[in-house]
Structures are given as structure tokens and as C-alpha cells.
């Protein structure tokens, strides 16, 4: 009889151990960096780019990261280069002055 308690107890102890790592993870955690290379190119005009997104370094990546969606897909720019500190602002200024 000891022996099937010991066993019934360890059951008991691993599945609420299983239980409780998946409960209440809503969603997926990324704990790196989204670009692993970034254009540099020659500047990309401010028409063709539809949205910019501006991640801050933190935890999940020490980088910041921009991707710009465009027509044909995303692109990761290089944060460094001038044309993209202008076009990051560009983006800024159009969001705030078309806010009500």
C-alpha cells in the first residue's frame, strides 16, 4: 500500500507541476532579436513605405530595431544611417499631427 501512495503522491506532484508552466501563457514570448540583417542601402523614398515599426532595445533583443512594411513586405533598416533617423521622424511627425 506504501508503495502506490508514493507513486500516486509523485503523479499528483508532476502534474501540477505540468499544469502550472502552462497556465496562463497567452501568448508566445520572443526572446530575440526580430532582424538579423538590416539594409543599409541607398534611401528607400518616404511614399513607398506604408507603416514603420519602432522597437526600443530591452530585454528581448539590446538593438533597436525598425522594419518598414512596404508593398511587396518588410524590410529591417539600419537605425544608424542617416536617411532612416529622418525617416523615423518623418513617421513621427505624420502620426502626431494626424491624431485628433
Known sequence: MMKFSTSAFMLLICTAALLSTTEGSSKPMHLRCECIQTY??????FKRIQSLKVTPAGPKC???EIIATMKKGEMCLNPAKDWVISLKEKFNQKNVTSRP
Not at 543599409?40 to 523614398?45: M, N, R
Request: a neutral charge; glycine letters at 12%.
Open 40 to 45: 543599409s542601402g541607398p534611401a528607400i523614398p
Open 62 to 64: 539590446k538593438y533597436e
